[in-house]
Structures are given as structure tokens and as C-alpha cells.
């Protein structure tokens, strides 16, 4: 494992974008004018929890080019009620069949499984209907290239496609460039989605668009690489995970197929990729240098 200094910053920064992000989703759920019942299920799904780890990369990105916070925190929002249905979504009972998520009963468990559909279905709608708000940006050029590069990171070639490759893999089993592959959808299109949107916020050189781009995909790798490590060497009840469940043996995972210590050479190879691929930037990027890390060494 790369051993680095943390960043000073770090902790205090993600805390604070958390925070933002999680004001802001609530007001624009209170504001959605839902029935009472639905309004309770977004809350639900969409708040209390979650390490917003999203938000916080459009965030870190975004900073890069001096863009208003203002404008990565509506961004980063519609990011995470993306990432929030595809939760929601994940944990039904057709899906995964989860009754724990982020430390609560899952939507489905609290409420009922129909509801829980369509409190993913829209939290969706909802993150485009909040990329779309002239509030969000001003230039409508701008706001029609965020919903282009969302809609490609959560559609049928970005985490839907990776779910469902995930799901073919329970019964034909993937090999290591198939576990790539499918997790670079499945995960790791959204989080390279979330600096991609930074680098559309800064009106990025194509140069410094590709870069950040590079980092995305790497940093989507060490995130899953990580989680995949996680499910296995922490215990269920210290990650807030569903207890009981055995991951290593049923899911599609370098881990599963190649063990720990391979898994652990590619988390590496992950980090040291995401952190050459922002080579064009200087000091300015420590966070985002510190972020891969993160994703590496987590323990939740
Ligand atoms: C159902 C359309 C649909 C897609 C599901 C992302 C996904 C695709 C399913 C999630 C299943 C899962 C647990 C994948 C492992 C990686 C992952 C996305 C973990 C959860 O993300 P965190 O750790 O969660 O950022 P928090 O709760 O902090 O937001």
C-alpha cells in the first residue's frame, strides 16, 4: 500500500462538502412538492448517511478552475441522487435483497418495494430536472453538456450496463478483463462522471478534460478494488454493511478470483495511475491526489 502523508485538509473538506450536500438535497426534496409518503422515502434514501464521496469529486474537481461553489454543490447533487437510486434500486428485493443500508432499514424494508422503485425512479428524474435549472448554470451549453455526460455514466454503456453485467456474471462467471470491464460501468462511471462534470463546470482544455478524465477511471478502479477488499477483510458490523452476506464467493470480484494480494497490486497500480494522470496540474490538486489515497485506504 502507498504510504503518503494525509492531507491536511482532508477530513475537515469532505466533511464540509457532506454537509452542503446533504442542505441541499433536502431542500430540494422538501421542494419537489411529493406526496407525503414518497417525500418520506426520499428522505429516507437520499439522506442521513452516505459519505458523499461524489459531490465531493465534482467538488475537487470544480476547484481546479475556480468555479462558484455554488455550482459544483447543484452539480454534485444530482450526482448523488443518482448514485442514491441506484442504492435504493440496488437493495430491492429482484435486486440484491438488502435490509441494511447506510445503518437503517433499506427503502424497500421501510416502506415497501413498489414505493422504493419509484423513489429511485425519482430521485432520476429529479437529478436531471436539477442539471436542467438555469439555478444550476447559466449557460444553457453548459447544463446540456452536464446532462449528456450524466445520462452517459448512469445509462445502458455506464452503471445500468454494469449492473446488468454484474448480474449475467451470477451465473456465467466473468474473468479478470470481464471484472474490468463491468466494474468500470458499474462503479466507475460515476465516479469518473463526478470529475468529468468539475472539468465541464471549468470549461477544461480538452488536455486538462482527457487528465482529469484518466483520473476518473482510475479512481473508479481503486474505489471498487477497495470496496471488493472491504467486503472481505472488514467485519460486516464496522462497515455498516449487510451482516451475513459473502461476498468474496458470490459476486464477480478480482478479489473472489485472483485473492487478496493481487487485489491489492491493482488497488496500487490504481492509485499510482490516478495520480500520473493529474501530472498537468500542480499543488492545486493535492486534494484530489489525496482522494485516490483515501479510496485506497479506507476502512468504511
Ligand atoms: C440498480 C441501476 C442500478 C445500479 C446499481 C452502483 C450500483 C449499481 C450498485 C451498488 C451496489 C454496491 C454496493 C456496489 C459497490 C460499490 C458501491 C457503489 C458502494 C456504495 O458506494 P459508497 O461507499 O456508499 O460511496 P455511500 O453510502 O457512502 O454513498
Redesign the pocket.
Known amino acids: 500500500m502507498i504510504k503518503e502523508a494525509p492531507h491536511a485538509d482532508f477530513d475537515a473538506r469532505l466533511a464540509a462538502c457532506a454537509a452542503e450536500t446533504e442542505a441541499f438535497l433536502a431542500a430540494r426534496i422538501a421542494a419537489l412538492g411529493a406526496p407525503e409518503r414518497l417525500a418520506s422515502a426520499l428522505s429516507h434514501g437520499a439522506l442521513g448517511?452516505?459519505?458523499?464521496?461524489?459531490p465531493f469529486l465534482v467538488r475537487l474537481s470544480a476547484d481546479l478552475f475556480g468555479v462558484p461553489r455554488a455550482e459544483s454543490l447543484a452539480a454534485g447533487a444530482a450526482l448523488e441522487m443518482i448514485?442514491c437510486y441506484?442504492?435504493i434500486?440496488?437493495d430491492l428485493p429482484d435486486?440484491?435483497n438488502d435490509q441494511m443500508?447506510?445503518g437503517k432499514p433499506t427503502v424497500w424494508k421501510a416502506f415497501d418495494p413498489a414505493l422504493a422503485i419509484l423513489a429511485g425512479d425519482a430521485l432520476l428524474t429529479e437529478a436531471f430536472g436539477l442539471l436542467a435549472d438555469p439555478a444550476t448554470h447559466p449557460d444553457p451549453a453548459i447544463r446540456a453538456d452536464l446532462v449528456a455526460v450524466l445520462a452517459r455514466g448512469a445509462g445502458g454503456n455506464g452503471?445500468?450496463g454494469?449492473?446488468v453485467l454484474d448480474i449475467a456474471a451470477e451465473t456465467a462467471p466473468l474473468d479478470a478483463e470481464g471484472i474490468f470491464a463491468m466494474q468500470a460501468k458499474?462503479?466507475g462511471a460515476?465516479i469518473r462522471t463526478g470529475v468529468e462534470m468539475g472539468a465541464i463546470l471549468g470549461r477544461a482544455e480538452p488536455a486538462a478534460r482527457d487528465g482529469l478524465a484518466r483520473f476518473g477511471a482510475a479512481a473508479g478502479l481503486a474505489?471498487?478494488i477497495a470496496?471488493d477488499i472491504l467486503d472481505v477483510t472488514a467485519s460486516s458490523g464496522a462497515l455498516g454493511k449487510t451482516a451475513g452476506k459473502d461476498v468474496a464467493q458470490n459476486k464477480s470480484t478480482i478479489v473472489a478470483l485472483q485473492g487478496l494480494e493481487a487485489a491489492r497490486a491493482v488497488l496500487d497500480t490504481a492509485v499510482a495511475d490516478g495520480i500520473e494522470a493529474l501530472a498537468g496540474f500542480g499543488a492545486e490538486a493535492d486534494l484530489l491526489r489525496a482522494l485516490i489515497r483515501h479510496f485506497a485506504t479506507r476502512t468504511h
Not at 49 to 54: A, D, F, I, N, P
Open positions: 448517511g452516505g459519505k458523499r464521496l461524489r448514485h441506484s442504492l434500486h440496488d435486486m440484491d443500508r447506510r452503471m445500468v454494469g449492473q458499474k462503479t460515476l474505489f471498487q470496496d
